[in-house]
């Protein structure tokens, strides 16, 4: 149990659908993060939240909108993804922006067909 | 642009095994490095190091940065199959506050 949970564990969707992934912490964290992890490449960082604002977005497409409601909720809502966007999709939290540790949750697979 | 190398990126060793596990790194202006464990879910924090020459020890676990070379390494002693997993290296920018992570070693330990 690492304090971040993320729902659901595994989604298999559409290029036409729509749907959302959910993340929520456990940890008092301000800041919380969306990272993308695909087969042999690096962790990418996607979104940063600190206090609900978004305070980076990393040139990711605009088929991904993330929404962070309060401090412990982070959204990533998915529409008209590609077969390129299949990865497991990882959220991440910290006392503040730049803290370390990050402490992440055991990530949505995603898979488009 | 920050840049993480890990390597070897797979490794199999048999148990009781010692293993040695590389991270070079490029960064503009460091803040510090982190080890990950990952395996078929969340990564969790192993180590963060951000001086040199003072190794991190968490029982078989140890690990030790060099900021003039920059690299690291982690080291494992006395393999167990648990400890079968990808390790995760990344290095935090002052300037950006990202981490910046490596591929990633695949590590496998055969009974």
């Known amino acids: 149990e690492t304090g971040v949970t993320q729902t659901p564990r595994h989604l298999v969707m559409g290029m036409t659908n729509k749907k959302s992934l959910k993340c929520e912490q456990h940890?008092?964290?301000?800041?919380m993060y969306w990272y993308k992890q695909s087969a042999k490449k690096p962790l990418e960082l996607m979104f940063v939240?600190?206090?609900?604002?978004?305070?980076e977005n990393n040139s990711v497409p605009s088929r991904f909108s993330p929404e962070c409601p309060n401090s412990s909720h982070l959204f990533l809502h998915l529409h008209t993804l590609q077969p390129e966007d299949s990865a497991l999709y990882l959220c991440?939290?910290?006392?503040?922006?730049?803290?370390?540790?990050?402490?992440f949750g055991d990530g949505t697979r995603l898979s488009i067909l | 642009e920050d840049k993480v190398v890990q390597s070897p990126l797979s490794l199999v060793v048999h148990e009781g095994d010692t293993v040695t596990l590389n991270c070079s790194y490029e960064?503009?202006?460091?803040?510090?490095l982190l080890w990950y464990k990952q395996e078929k879910k969340a990564p969790t924090f192993l180590f963060m190091l951000?001086?040199?020459?003072i190794e991190k020890k968490s029982g078989r676990l140890s690990s030790i940065l060099d900021k003039k070379e920059l690299f690291s390494i982690l080291n494992i002693t006395a393999t167990q199959t648990g400890d079968s997993a990808i390790y995760l290296c990344?290095?935090?920018?002052?300037?950006?506050?990202?981490?910046?992570f490596g591929t990633g070693t695949r590590l496998t330990i055969i009974p």
């Open positions: 991440a939290s910290s006392q503040v922006r730049g803290a370390q540790p990050q402490h």
């Open positions: 940890l008092g964290h301000n800041a």
């Open positions: 939240y600190s206090l609900e604002e978004r305070v």
């Open positions: 960064v503009t202006n460091f803040r510090s």
């Open positions: 951000t001086s040199s020459g």
């Open positions: 990344a290095v935090m920018d002052f300037g950006n506050e990202k981490l910046t």
